[in-house]
């Protein structure tokens, strides 16, 4: 095998120099010319179409499988055959097919990665989006199904805390449906899937929609809530942190629900639902929106006095690009701003310096594929071609669909990852399809928007392309971003096919050879982030850790700045919620500390208190008693319990933040689905829903903070209520079970 690669790459080597092997791109730390990309000493090529050879080595240590080769396994001819120059181009589309055939498991259904099985909701609808609903129609469409849980919901994959609501992307799944109605126009499909979004959405708009207009729940796909918040903030925080791309998909399923009660003739339905969606998208650009740096923010976090985390987010920038949440004026920007390291865009920027490499530190190629394709969009040459080859460069040197890879020096050393990964391979095939072929989906039939960068400009053909009952053979020629020919059989055409198209038709596109914008790229090196300072009260004085090579500390007072210092100490005697931030020398913050107020709370104990853990629903009983608890014990809530209700004496008009001291030993903080979830009434009026999620398993004697509701409340008696509803009910369906000590108010304003 050894003589085999040297001889391989020996083949290359004679081709530099030559037209052949022309640079593409070149970064800081690799290139792309003719058909062999370059790293350093590592160095990967295509023999032929059908064949990828590398010299590439991990670290040491590195504990998955590494790919030195591919060579295609399966039979890819009755899917769309690329024809272009460059041989490695076409070995990696090739590839992609070749890996795709391997996603699909007996049942129909599409495997997440090569270590990873089953079906995943949001795995599975990104990479539907991207290219598997063209690919894999009925594999899409069997997939989506199994993410439908009995009562008729979208299935929010286990993730932080117990699942939804702390993860709340699962309306991911709407858009992915409505891809395959696009690609099938199987009426029968859209019956079956619009109660389900529809359902869906409503119960999501009670118990994930905030007040100012965002959507609650971590970040999209970001679910390793260590790897991309900062350490202090518990799984009730993150549930009420306020997430662009999150935000970002409930807008488009949104737009996706209106459609589809369209096509029904639902046409209040379909009001009401393009009304939420532009008051999604308003408050996406009211709130998040950082004019200092020319991208959205990546979420809101805190507890009572909420701040921004201004990292730059890809897949969320990506998103409101392709779905129209950015202007077209703001979504050059982004392109222009969002900082590019010599490995490509980061899943977010800068990083966390404290955490190993995986969401954190890392890009995956699905998003790199996004960020082409929201580069196209927004029309940025530059920035769409690196963008590709940012994809390219770890399919050709790892031979595989690769789930991540490291940002500071491009390995696959992370903590966890998979070849043959399908999301991965799915933008692999969508860099082609959907960018240089410029294929779109449209409700009514299928359009071309071909996006070519000059240094990717050839005579290229994709054939055996088929769309409902017609195959296209497509044949483009040129660069640019507009079409300047288009003709369908030989005569001149729109670049749009209607859905009722047949048979065998020729399709021939000749590029403008121009680009109506002049776009830039934000180059940066790969930045991490200063430390979290680690806050406490000494009397009135704020104090925290001096952190190494800072240059100054922001001091915050209810969610503003009231001081910048140098100092490890601040005056504290005014009263308010108070939280700091470490600003490195070249303006770059880290997170802000834990909140911390110096303020009194309110409390009262839960009546009837008693100690006996005895509901059905206990799935993980506590080995020793509970301790820990105020009072004579606390209360347990099942989904059978009696409404909960207690008094509590308000001593002064305010805004309050209502909270409840709880334990959930149900399950790990990082996975499984069962978060606890009641609606919250206040004298009888509903107030909002309150989330209790796991702490750990067992942990029944670790105590915190349920996430909270804000109201203004009047001096006086005022009871409190937590009772179980239907549009409480968890991914678990069957285990919605938590225990409570005590009720906290306390007084935010």
């Known amino acids: 095998m050894k003589q085999y690669l040297t001889a391989a790459i020996a083949a290359v080597l004679v081709t530099v120099g030559t037209a052949t092997a022309r640079e593409i791109v070149a970064t800081e730390t690799f290139s792309w010319h003719g058909d062999t990309i370059t790293q350093g000493e590592y160095m990967a090529t295509a023999p032929n179409a059908f064949e990828i050879v590398s010299t590439y080595s991990a670290q040491p240590g590195y504990k998955f499988p590494i790919e030195k080769t591919w060579r295609l396994r399966n039979d890819i001819s009755s899917y769309p055959q690329l024809t272009t120059p460059n041989t490695l181009h076409q070995a990696i589309y090739n590839m992609g097919l070749d890996e795709m055939i391997n996603a699909v498991e007996p049942d129909t259904t599409l495997r997440t990665g090569k270590e990873w099985g089953g079906v995943w909701t949001r795995d599975v609808s990104y990479s539907i989006l991207l290219s598997m609903a063209a690919m894999q129609p009925e594999a899409a469409r069997i997939s989506l199904m199994k993410k439908v849980n009995p009562n008729g919901v979208i299935i929010q994959d286990t993730g932080s805390g117990g699942a939804w ?43 994930v929609a905030s007040a100012n207009g965002l959507v609650k729940g971590e970040t999209s796909f970001i679910d390793w809530r260590e790897q991309s918040h900062p350490r202090w903030m518990q799984t009730a925080d993150i549930a009420e942190s306020e997430a662009l791309s999150t935000s970002v998909v409930h807008a488009e399923a949104w ?22 969606a532009d008051a999604i998208d308003r408050a996406i650009n009211s709130e998040l929106w950082l004019d200092g740096k020319g991208y959205y923010a990546m979420y809101i976090y805190g507890r009572n006095n909420p701040i921004i985390n201004p990292r730059a987010e890809t897949l969320g920038a990506s998103l409101a690009i392709l779905y129209g949440t950015a202007s077209p004026e703001r979504a050059r920007t982004i392109t222009e701003n969002n900082p590019t390291t010599p490995f490509g865009v980061g899943n977010f920027f800068p990083q966390i310096a404290d955490m190993p490499s995986y969401h954190n530190n890392s890009l995956w190629p699905w998003v790199g594929s996004y960020w082409a394709l929201a580069n196209a969009r927004a029309g940025n040459e530059q920035g769409t071609l690196e963008a590709i080859a940012n994809v390219f460069r770890p399919a050709a040197l790892f031979a595989t669909n690769k789930e991540n890879y490291r940002l500071d ?77 288009f003709t369908l059989n030989g005569r001149p055409h729109e670049p749009f096919l209607p859905a009722d198209l047949t048979g065998l038709n020729t399709v021939d596109i000749r590029m403008s050879d121009t680009f109506r914008h002049n776009l830039s790229v934000n180059h940066s090196p790969n930045i991490f982030a200063p430390l979290t300072p680690l806050t406490r009260f000494e009397g009135n004085t704020l104090t925290w850790n001096p952190i190494e090579y800072i240059g100054s500390y922001k001091v915050l007072r209810d969610g503003e700045v009231v001081a910048t210092t140098r100092n490890t100490t601040f005056d504290a005697s005014v009263p308010g919620e108070y939280q700091v931030i470490g600003v490195a020398t070249d303006g770059t913050e880290g997170f802000a500390s834990e909140p911390l107020r110096n303020t009194a709370t309110v409390t009262a104990e839960m009546p009837g208190e008693g100690t006996a853990m005895t509901s059905a629903e206990l799935v993980y009983p506590a080995e020793s008693s509970v301790t820990g608890f105020n009072g004579t014990g606390f209360v347990e809530i099942d989904r059978t319990t009696a409404p909960l209700t207690v008094s509590v004496d308000i001593p002064e008009d305010g805004v309050y933040a209502v909270t409840y001291r709880y334990a959930n030993g149900n399950g790990p903080v990082n996975t499984e689905n069962r978060a606890a979830i009641r609606t919250l009434s206040v004298d009888g009026n509903r107030a909002g829903v309150v989330v209790f999620p796991h702490r750990g398993t067992a942990n029944w004697f670790d105590w915190g903070r349920s996430t909270a509701v804000r109201m203004p409340l009047t001096a006086g008696t005022h009871s409190f209520t937590i009772d179980y509803r239907p549009e409480n009910t968890n991914m678990n369906i069957d285990s919605n079970y938590a225990i409570i000590d005590r009720i906290v108010l306390e007084k935010i304003r």
């Open 409 to 485: 020096n491009g390995d696959i050393a992370t903590e966890l990852n998979s070849s043959n990964m399908l999301w991965c391979l799915a933008g692999n095939i969508a860099i082609t399809q959907r960018i240089l072929f410029g294929i779109e989906y449209e409700d009514n039939g299928l359009a071309f928007k071909p996006f070519v960068p000059r240094a990717l400009g050839a005579d290229r053909s994709l054939s055996n392309y088929r769309y409902r009952n017609a195959t296209l053979d497509i044949n483009i020629s040129g660069y640019g971003d507009s079409i300047a020919s």
């Open 165 to 207: 609501p702390i993860s709340s992307d699962r309306e991911i799944w709407a858009l992915a449906a409505w891809e395959v109605y696009r690609v099938t126009g199987d009426h029968a499909w859209l019956e079956y899937i619009y109660p389900i979004i529809k359902k869906s959405l409503e119960d999501d708009s009670l118990t």
């Open 255 to 276: 737009r996706v629900l209106a459609r589809a009660a369209r096509a029904l003739g639902h046409e209040d339905v379909a009001a009401e639902a393009t009304a939420r």
